[in-house]
């Protein structure tokens, strides 16, 4: 009976032990990700929109953001709080001490200023408002002269007319693709389209050979820096290939 009882009681004493050496083990693993694993070096990919310095401190939002393990295990277990024209982030370490983060920001291509709100509507390439907002973002061209009514996020722009839409993102995109996102996109009479690049107006007339259009236009707005007029491509098409400007001032 003695040998039993002392051979319990030395299982229990290797047991209490190795419970020490592991909580040993535990707190010297705790100290070091807390002295080792420090923010030094931040690097943020894909934003346009936002400063490098703005996105930094949208991730490192907290009294324990300094640790760089913390952060990272933090954004595995939760989304980012939501920032305006941001569709999600992406943040790696590499350890030590240095986090990336890669941002994919909100596709916009162009915003309807609502005034009854005060509110820009954005939206992407299917016409979906992605944001809305007070901000004016450069490079996002201004849509005027469309009858739009009540405007909900989420949702498909809803403009009146057949076809005014599917051609007002056809635009859009041509305009995109060729790199040339005017100040402003103006609906007119009879369906047509102007554009506005600081103090030079393009007609563009209805919505026929966008792409042909905008691919010349890509060749001769670069010719007319610094000029005060209007370029006209209304009449132009593949029989009729007349691109005059009418310069003013």
Not at 35 to 55: C, H, M, N, P, R
Not at 174 to 188: D, Q, R, T
């Given at each position: ?172 995109q041509v305009l995109k693709k060729y790199e040339l996102a005017p100040k402003s996109i103006k609906y007119g009479v009879e369906g047509s389209y102007t554009?506005?690049?600081g103090k030079i107006s393009v007609m563009l007339g209805q919505a026929e050979d966008f792409n042909e259009k905008v691919s010349r236009l890509s060749k001769i707005l670069p010719k007319l820096e ?24």
């Amino acid at each position: 009976m003695d040998k039993e009882r002392k051979r319990r009681k030395q299982k229990w004493k290797l047991a209490g032990t190795c419970f020490l050496l592991f909580l040993l083990v535990l707190a010297a693993g705790a100290l070091v990700a807390l002295k080792l694993f420090t923010v030094e070096t931040v690097v943020v990919t894909g934003s346009e929109l936002y400063s490098d310095e703005a996105i930094e401190g949208w991730i490192l939002d907290d009294e324990y953001s300094w640790n760089s393990l913390y952060v990272f295990f933090k954004y595995k277990f939760e989304e980012p709080r939501e920032l305006a024209f941001v569709e999600s982030a992406d943040i790696r370490l590499e350890p030590p001490h240095t986090l990336k983060i890669t941002v994919q920001e909100k596709e916009l291509m162009g915003r309807i200023y609502i005034s009854a709100m005060g509110q820009n509507a954005y939206f992407d390439k299917e016409g979906l408002v992605v944001e809305m907002s007070s901000e004016e973002i450069q490079g996002v061209p201004k849509i005027t002269g469309m009858d739009v009514e009540q405007i909900v996020l989420g949702e498909k722009l809803p403009i009146k007319g057949n076809s005014v839409l599917k051609n007002l993102l056809s635009l859009t995109q041509v305009l995109k693709k060729y790199e040339l996102a005017p100040k402003s996109i103006k609906y007119g009479v009879e369906g047509s389209y102007t554009l506005k690049y600081g103090k030079i107006s393009v007609m563009l007339g209805q919505a026929e050979d966008f792409n042909e259009k905008v691919s010349r236009l890509s060749k001769i707005l670069p010719k007319l820096e610094g000029k005060k007029g209007t370029l006209h491509l209304e009449s132009w098409s593949e029989n009729t290939t007349d691109i005059t400007f009418e310069q003013s001032g």
